[in-house]
C-alpha cells in the first residue's frame, strides 16, 4: 500500500460549527500537514440523510479520504494508527 502523505491524500470532512469531534479531526490533519475541504453542513443546507448518502454516516464528522468515506473522528484515528500513514 502506498504510503499517504499531504501530496497524495485528498480529504473532504463534512462538519458543523459547534462540534467538538470536528475541530479535533481539523486539529489533527492540520499538524500533521494534511489539508482538507472542510463542508459545514448547516451554511450548506445539507441535511444529515444527504450527507449520508455522499459519506458514511449520519454523524458529524464524515470524512472521506480519496473519495472513501472513511467515518468520524474515531475511524481518522484508527488510520492515521495504520502503515498507510506511520
Same mark, same amino acid.
Given at each position: 500500500?502506498?504510503? /499517504? !502523505?499531504?501530496?497524495?491524500?485528498?480529504?473532504?470532512?463534512? !462538519?458543523?460549527?459547534?462540534?467538538g469531534p470536528?475541530?479535533?479531526?481539523?486539529?489533527?490533519?492540520?499538524?500533521? =500537514? &494534511?489539508?482538507?475541504? +472542510? $463542508?459545514? $453542513?448547516?451554511e450548506h443546507?445539507?441535511? /444529515? +440523510?444527504?450527507?449520508?448518502?455522499?459519506?458514511?454516516?449520519? !454523524?458529524?464528522?464524515?470524512?472521506?479520504?480519496?473519495?472513501?468515506?472513511? =467515518? =468520524?473522528?474515531?475511524? @481518522? $484515528?484508527? @488510520? &492515521?494508527? !495504520?502503515?498507510?500513514?506511520?
Open positions: 500500500m502506498e504510503k /499517504r !502523505t499531504p501530496d497524495n491524500t485528498k480529504i473532504k470532512m463534512y !462538519t458543523t460549527s459547534w462540534c470536528c475541530k479535533m479531526a481539523k486539529k489533527l490533519l492540520t499538524d500533521k =500537514g &494534511f489539508y482538507f475541504e +472542510e $463542508i459545514d $453542513i448547516e443546507n445539507i441535511s /444529515r +440523510e444527504e450527507m449520508a448518502s455522499m459519506s458514511k454516516g449520519l !454523524t458529524v464528522p464524515q470524512i472521506i479520504i480519496n473519495d472513501l468515506p472513511i =467515518g =468520524g473522528f474515531e475511524d @481518522l $484515528i484508527q @488510520l &492515521f494508527n !495504520t502503515e498507510a500513514f506511520k
